[in-house]
């Protein structure tokens, strides 16, 4: 069964640096999710992104955050300049259509901001 | 302003036993709703969906408007169910916005059976 992979599995970063988290929806989905989980908290919607753009983006989706589809398969979530709070799990979803569809969730990505 | 509360952080039951793990909502509009759950060391994965009114795994769950809540009900709970569970909801991203997808989460349950 076709799953949603992710990449690194773990990424330790200095406070200030760039990361890319990445992601290989599952082929035939059209809508892509990312998705972050604080440890002990909520899991909180990032983005949500269709057709090469954004169509929904939450508070904590700030200038720091971009995505991208590089190509016909990744989908990257890219933190400009880490801080400490951005310490999580961040997850990437896809789905087939949208309004309400099944989401696919990959394993996440653990990252921790030194 | 949309919210998804699930009061129980931990459900410790017997197995046999019937469990019920609560989940409320707040949304003025036509909710979508989700029971995700996690295994151990495993992917959040999607147990059922109010709108396909399936049974999956023995688990059901009824949407009920009037009291906005979406409660996950097993009546004998089995070792295996042991995980964590999320309620989520999907909405509108605004008033005449069309659904873009975002789930919005509960804080999840933790249900452990014993044995």
């Known amino acids: 069964e076709p799953e949603v992979t992710q990449t690194p599995s773990h990424q330790v970063t200095q406070m200030g640096q760039e990361v890319i988290l990445r992601c290989v929806p599952i082929?035939?989905?059209?809508?892509f999710y990312w998705y972050r989980q604080i440890l002990g908290q909520k899991v909180e919607f990032l983005v949500s992104?269709?057709?090469?753009?954004?169509?929904?983006k939450s508070e904590i989706f700030d200038d720091q955050f971009s995505v991208e589809r590089p190509d016909g398969s990744n989908f990257t979530l890219k933190i400009r300049s880490t801080k400490l709070e951005d310490s999580a799990m961040y997850f990437c979803?896809?789905?087939?259509?949208?309004?309400?569809?099944?989401?696919?969730f990959g394993p996440g990505t653990r990252l921790l901001v030194l | 302003a949309q919210r998804v509360t699930q009061p129980e952080k931990l459900l410790s039951v017997f197995k046999g036993a019937p469990v019920e793990l609560k989940c409320n909502y707040s949304?003025?509009?036509?909710?979508?709703l989700f029971w995700y759950v996690q295994y151990s060391r495993q992917r959040l994965q999607l147990l059922l969906r109010?709108?396909s009114r399936e049974s999956i795994k023995g688990f059901t769950a009824d949407l009920n408007k009037g009291e906005t809540s979406f409660h996950l009900k097993k009546p004998f709970a089995q070792e295996e169910d042991s995980a964590m569970y999320y309620c989520a909801l999907s909405c509108l991203a605004g008033i005449g916005s069309s659904n873009t997808g975002k789930l919005i989460f509960g804080q999840g349950t933790t249900l452990q059976v014993k044995p």
């Open positions: 949304y003025s509009g036509s909710p979508e």
């Open positions: 979803a896809s789905s087939e259509r949208t309004g309400g569809e099944t989401q696919y």
């Open positions: 109010h709108i």
């Open positions: 992104f269709y057709n090469n753009e954004i169509s929904e």
């Open positions: 082929s035939n989905h059209l809508y």
